[in-house]
């Protein structure tokens, strides 16, 4: 079964740190899928704020997180994580962890976040001023 969980989420004060934890079933692994982390918060569009390009190794982040955020993978669990500091209220929303099938060649995260085809249901992210 091909299936994602996010956890991690959680209510801070801006200014502090969450990670995100997303496991991923045993048919996605890091040889057969590209690994992204995408947020949707109220009345924006789906934004993709970073990625591992699994051809390389390269971490790819979103300018409106470059700096604060890290993302990672441990591939012996399959898991990809989302280490998230100095956070603001702009961060707020639902994080959603997505595959995307390597064999349909790698797309930048500023591409439609629906060339990512596999997608969990989200963890929330709530930040106060």
């Known amino acids: 079964q091909v299936r994602l969980v996010e956890s991690g989420g959680g209510s801070v004060q801006a200014g502090g740190s969450l990670t995100l ?4 079933s045993k048919v996605i692994t890091p ?3 590209y690994m992204a982390w995408f947020r ?3 009345r ?3 934004e993709g704020v970073a990625a591992i390009n699994t051809d390389d190794g ?3 982040y979103s300018d409106s997180v470059k700096g604060r955020f890290t993302v990672s993978l441990d591939s012996t669990e399959n898991t990809l994580y989302l280490r998230m500091a100095n956070l603001t209220p702009e961060d707020a929303g639902t994080y959603l962890c997505a595959a995307r099938d390597r064999s349909l ?3 930048n995260l500023d591409a439609d976040p629906y060339e990512y085809h596999v997608w969990g249901r989200g963890t929330q992210v709530t930040v106060s001023s």
């Not at 934890?21 to 991923?24: E, H, I, L, Q, V």
Request: proline share 5%; aromatic share 10%.
């Open 105 to 107: 060649g790698w797309k």
């Open 58 to 60: 390269t971490l790819h």
């Open 44 to 46: 924006k569009q789906r």
């Open 40 to 42: 949707q918060a109220p």
């Open 31 to 33: 040889t057969r899928y």
């Open 21 to 24: 934890s997303c496991a991923a």
